[in-house]
């Protein structure tokens, strides 16, 4: 089966540029979470959606993030204007169903480099 | 001060040395706790699930104390292919996962 798939694998734009991260998550799943991972800060969560409908975007860093998840088997992370300081991973996961003990399935990751 | 604390390493082991993580969190009414496996440049994989009562998968044991807001992790038989870095999750409530920064495991021949 497939698993979580993340497009584009690595990304390099320059500051200012806009830079949108996809996302397909495992069929079936209907929660789909946004993380980054940097070397200082570890994993944040941030934002997730279920059933398609954000349940909490608290951890989005600035209006510069916007997420959207048109469909249950997609969704976009969008960061317009792109700073250096975004640089990171950032990964998309899946669960299904809405229970706090359910698997997160992680995807390959997104490794962004803002110049 | 962190939600998830632990301590980065490295941990360096010998092959069939028992090694153990320890992990803290803050927030007294989190629900669930897990260990996930994150290899070098590869995305988090859950290892295991922490279960109040203690549990076990293999060579690895995970333990929970809820009154002292403390997890730990025990793996036993070192191997070389357990080389990674080990992460403490906690769900603070309805899916919500906190990572620890993670606790790196070298082992060696």
């Known amino acids: 089966d497939a698993g979580v798939i993340q497009s584009p694998r690595h990304e390099v734009t320059e500051m200012g540029q806009e830079v949108t991260l996809r996302c397909k998550p495992i069929?079936?799943?209907?929660?789909l979470f946004w993380y980054r991972q940097t070397m200082m800060r570890g994993l944040e969560l941030l934002i997730y959606?279920?059933?398609?409908?954000?349940?909490?975007d608290s951890g989005m860093p600035e209006d510069r993030f916007s997420a959207k998840m048109p469909n249950a088997s997609f969704s976009t992370l969008k960061i317009q204007p792109s700073e250096p300081r975004d640089s990171a991973v950032y990964f998309c996961?899946?669960?299904?169903?809405?229970?706090?003990?359910?698997?997160?399935?992680f995807g390959p990751g997104t490794r962004l480099l803002v110049l | 001060r962190k939600e998830v604390e632990q301590d980065p390493g490295p941990f360096n082991v010998p092959e069939g040395a028992t090694v153990a993580f320890n992990c803290t969190y803050s927030?007294?009414?989190?629900?669930?706790f897990f260990w996930y496996r994150q290899d070098c440049r590869k995305e988090p994989k859950l290892l295991m699930s922490?279960?109040?009562s203690g549990n076990e998968d293999g060579r690895f044991t995970a333990q929970l104390n809820r009154a002292s807001q403390y997890i730990s992790l025990l793996i036993r038989d070192s191997k070389l292919s357990d080389s990674a870095t080990y992460l403490c999750?906690?769900?603070?409530?309805?899916?919500?996962?906190?990572f620890g920064t993670g606790t790196r495991l070298l082992v060696s021949p």
């Open positions: 996961a899946s669960s299904f169903g809405a229970n706090s003990k359910e698997t997160q399935y």
């Open positions: 069929s079936g799943h209907n929660s």
């Open positions: 959606f279920n059933n398609n409908v954000p349940i909490d």
């Open positions: 927030n007294s009414a989190s629900q669930s």
């Open positions: 922490v279960y109040s």
């Open positions: 999750v906690v769900n603070t409530g309805f899916q919500k996962l906190v």
